[in-house]
C-alpha cells in the first residue's frame, strides 16, 4: 500500500466517548501533520510531528490527544468532544519539517460529534 | 499574519469553457505558493510550487501564474473531470522553526457536460 491512509474513514461519537484516529504513512517520510477542516474554513493545523517530536501544537484544546510512536504511524485521541468538532480531519506527511515542498494527505477521517 | 483569499468561492462552467481562479495573499515574505486540488471525500492533492513573481507552471489544462500580491489557476477548455475544489496556500520565509502553510477556503469548480 503507498500514500497515506487514515481510519476508520467516516466517525460518530457521543460527547462522552473516547476515539482514536489512525493515520500511517508509507513514503519514507519524517514529518506528520494534523490538519482539521470544517465547511466554509480553511484547513487548521493542529500538530506537527518531526522524528517522531512534537514541534507544532497549534492551540489545540487538550481533548485532542495526539500520539506518534515512529515516523510512519500518527494517532490523534479523542476524548469528551463537543458539536463543534465536527469535521473532517486530515493527517499529512512531507519529506523535510520546516521547509514543506509539498504535504501528502490523506483521504481523511469525517468525524461526527452528537 | 499570513492570509489567503480565494475568489470566487464557486464557479460553474461549461465544458470547454476556460477560466481563472484567483488567490491573493497578504505573506511576510513569500517562501512558496502552493495549489492542490481536492475532491469530494478525498484529502486535497498537490498540483504546484510557485516561488517567485513571474514564474508559471503547467499541468494538462491548469496553468499557475504568480505576482507579488496574487496567484492565478487558470483552467483552459476544462472537463468535466476538473469538477473538485481547488485549494491555494502560501508559506511564509523561514525566519526560524516551523513555518505554518496557510490555506485559503479554495473554489469550488463545476464543470458541466
Known amino acids: 500500500e503507498t500514500g497515506v491512509t487514515q481510519t476508520p474513514r467516516h466517525l460518530v461519537m457521543g460527547m462522552t466517548n473516547k476515539k482514536s484516529l489512525k493515520c500511517e504513512q508509507h513514503?519514507?517520510?519524517?514529518?506528520m501533520y494534523w490538519y482539521k477542516q470544517s465547511a466554509k474554513k480553511p484547513l487548521e493545523l493542529m500538530f506537527v510531528?518531526?522524528?517522531?517530536?512534537?514541534?507544532e501544537n497549534n492551540s489545540v484544546p487538550s481533548r485532542f490527544s495526539p500520539e506518534c510512536p515512529n515516523s510512519s504511524h500518527l494517532f490523534l485521541h479523542l476524548h469528551t468532544l463537543q458539536p463543534e468538532d465536527s469535521a473532517l480531519y486530515l493527517c499529512a506527511s512531507s519529506t523535510v519539517y520546516s521547509d514543506v515542498e509539498k504535504l501528502f494527505f490523506g483521504s481523511g477521517t469525517q468525524l461526527s460529534v452528537l | 499574519e499570513d492570509q489567503v483569499t480565494q475568489s470566487p468561492e464557486a464557479l460553474r462552467l461549461q465544458e470547454g469553457e476556460s477560466s481563472s481562479l484567483n488567490c491573493s495573499y497578504t505573506?511576510?515574505?513569500?517562501?512558496?505558493l502552493f495549489w492542490y486540488r481536492q475532491d469530494p471525500g478525498k484529502g486535497p492533492e498537490f498540483l504546484f510550487t510557485l516561488y517567485s513573481a513571474g514564474e508559471e507552471k503547467e499541468k494538462e489544462r491548469l496553468k499557475a501564474t504568480l505576482t507579488k500580491k496574487e496567484s492565478f489557476l487558470h483552467i483552459t477548455a476544462p472537463k468535466p473531470e476538473d469538477s473538485a475544489t481547488y485549494l491555494c496556500a502560501v508559506q511564509a520565509a523561514d525566519s526560524g522553526g516551523y513555518q505554518k502553510v496557510t490555506f485559503g477556503i479554495g473554489t469550488k469548480l463545476q464543470v458541466i457536460p
Open positions: 513514503l519514507g517520510h519524517n514529518a
Open positions: 510531528y518531526n522524528f517522531k517530536e512534537q514541534t
Open positions: 505573506v511576510s515574505g513569500l517562501r512558496g
